[in-house]
């Protein structure tokens, strides 16, 4: 909890109820101020209005939504001050203030118009009840002023929100024509349903301009272009006999998986593990979190809030297609979200169990039986929770539980190590406590350490640093009593035909804030 200029904000909100941040007061790491438009169906549809002053995002109610129009004049309540964190939340607030659901229409940054010396210090040009600024969207762009018309109440001066006549204005622009989130893809409906949302794929047109790409050249995927780099340099080496893999594959992999990444790293700051030589390289590979300086404008940034001076303060977030091949032409072959979203970075989203590998994968059906049913209530039905292959030949499964809002690492931690210690009494002949592998004696050691803030595992879909690049593929429960299945099985040759065949199995997973079970 914070004091001072977010008091008022935390004073409307019952935090033990609602999924929404209690924040801080900060400010973007990268000097540029944030901007973002969120849609609210709440007793009134509206769109709330935010623009980063001095560590908070100063807010309005705009009843119809911002427009591109300059004929269309806004009508804008002015509400309390809203956290930083406010600008990654989508969800549904299910009473109280704010009752309904929101998704992130439009964001990016914004800037005082340079036109306007008197806009240059934005708090005292908000004080005096107009502002001329410059906004840098991907739905809204170009020149705004926003100006006080009248002094309702102290918390809610009615304002006017106007468009400018430049070169992004657009006659008729109505923001009910775009209703996707900009964040996960989702509308509002989704949000309520606890349906995904799905980022668009590279078409063939766009993969065909790929193919004609020489070694270097600019690619443009969903409307963004990107610089590719050493397209034809071999990352990964082949598997009995294939082909080697080269960066332009692995950039067309992660272009055409988009989709189906998006559920897990919408939304949620990443670490990537870089391999710029290759997997067979001198350097071998490194993790890298913080945003290089020279990343393009597509690459959305996130400060990290709890992080110390001489740590990484500005994380990647990706947001589709576009940042997925930027990051791959990173050399970022490898993908690790983190387990809590940019908006409660201290609130899970999932309970997680790591199986550290044993003697064999086809015995991996122990996780089906004294794992999996502890997760049965009685006469409830299963508890939703699925099983990634983590696509490395020497890994074991991750067991993935989601979680309602409002657990804290401490307590899902707590949960899965006294689930795990009570599989491990069990069945002790499979289950063994011994840190190194070589004192297991070839029994699994069921991890719950990954029940914490900045731990990261890889995303189920991301690609693996080995021969032939294999695949994090998620499995339903009954796939593991499949002798023949193995971790690695799946590349990035045919993960796409096994995906068109049998659907996604964590969908499943979307929208299942569920209390854990008792044991």
């Given at each position: 909890?914070?004091?001072g ?92 203030y ?55 109440a102290?918390t ?119 391999f ?13 979190k ?45 993908i ?13 989203s ?11 994968w ?91 803030i ?28 499949d002798?023949?299945v193995?971790?690695d ?15 996604d ?15």
């Amino acid at each position: 909890m914070t004091v001072g200029k977010l008091d008022k904000y935390q004073s409307m909100r019952d935090f033990a109820t609602t999924p929404e941040p209690t924040g801080h007061v900060m400010s973007s790491a990268s000097g540029r101020r944030r901007f973002l438009v969120q849609r609210h169906r709440a007793s009134r549809l509206h769109y709330d209005l935010s623009l980063e002053v001095d560590g908070v995002l100063v807010s309005w109610a705009v009843p119809k939504g911002p427009n591109l129009d300059p004929k269309k004049r806004s009508l804008a309540m002015k509400v309390e001050d809203h956290p930083y964190a406010y600008g990654w939340f989508e969800g549904a607030i299910p009473s109280g203030y704010g009752k309904g659901d929101v998704i992130v229409w439009d964001d990016g940054w914004w800037e005082p118009d340079p036109a306007y010396p008197e806009s240059a210090d934005p708090a005292a040009a908000i004080a005096k009840g107009e502002l001329k600024f410059v906004v840098h969207g991907k739905k809204l762009r170009g020149r705004f002023v926003i100006v006080r018309t009248a002094k309702v109440a102290r918390t809610a001066d009615q304002w006017l929100l106007i468009h400018k006549h430049d070169d992004h204005a657009v006659d008729g622009f109505d923001p009910e024509d775009h209703p996707v989130s900009v964040l996960s893809a989702r509308t509002n409906d989704d949000v309520v349903a606890g349906r995904p949302g799905r980022w668009p794929a590279a078409t063939k047109a766009e993969l065909r301009e790929l193919d004609k790409l020489a070694e270097k050249g600019r690619w443009t995927v969903d409307g963004q272009t990107t610089l590719l780099t050493n397209l034809d340099k071999v990352i990964m080496p082949g598997r009995d006999g294939q082909d080697p893999i080269t960066k332009r594959e692995i950039v067309r992999y992660y272009a055409l998986i988009a989709p189906w990444l998006t559920p897990f790293l919408a939304g949620r700051p990443v670490n990537l593990n870089r391999f710029p030589d290759g997997i067979t390289g001198t350097k071998g590979g490194f993790w890298h979190k913080a945003v290089p300086e020279h990343a393009p404008d597509l690459v959305r940034r996130w400060p990290n809030p709890s992080a110390d001076n001489d740590k990484t303060r500005e994380y990647l977030l990706v947001d589709g297609a576009p940042a997925l091949v930027w990051a791959a032409n990173f050399a970022g072959i490898e993908i690790h979200p983190w387990t809590s979203a940019a908006a409660n970075p201290a609130q899970p989203s999932y309970a997680l169990i790591d199986t550290l590998r044993h003697r064999s994968w086809a015995r991996h059906d122990m996780g089906r039986n004294p794992v999996h049913r502890p997760l049965v209530p009685s006469g409830d039905g299963a508890t939703p929770s699925r099983c990634p292959a983590e696509g490395d030949r020497t890994a074991g499964i991750q067991i993935w539980i989601p979680v309602r809002t409002g657990y804290t690492f401490h307590e899902t931690s707590a949960f899965i190590e006294a689930l795990s210690r009570t599989v491990g009494r069990v069945v002790p002949e499979l289950v063994s406590w011994q840190w190194r592998k070589s004192d297991r004696k070839g029994k699994a050691r069921l991890d719950y350490t990954q029940n914490q803030i900045n731990k990261t595992l890889v995303a189920p879909y991301s690609i693996r640093p080995a021969p032939d690049a294999p695949v994090s593929v998620p499995l339903e429960w009954d796939e593991l009593d499949d002798p023949t299945v193995r971790p690695d099985r799946w590349t990035i040759r045919d993960v796409m035909s096994w995906l068109a065949k049998i659907g996604d199995p964590f969908t499943a997973l979307v929208g299942q804030g569920q209390d854990l079970p008792a044991l």
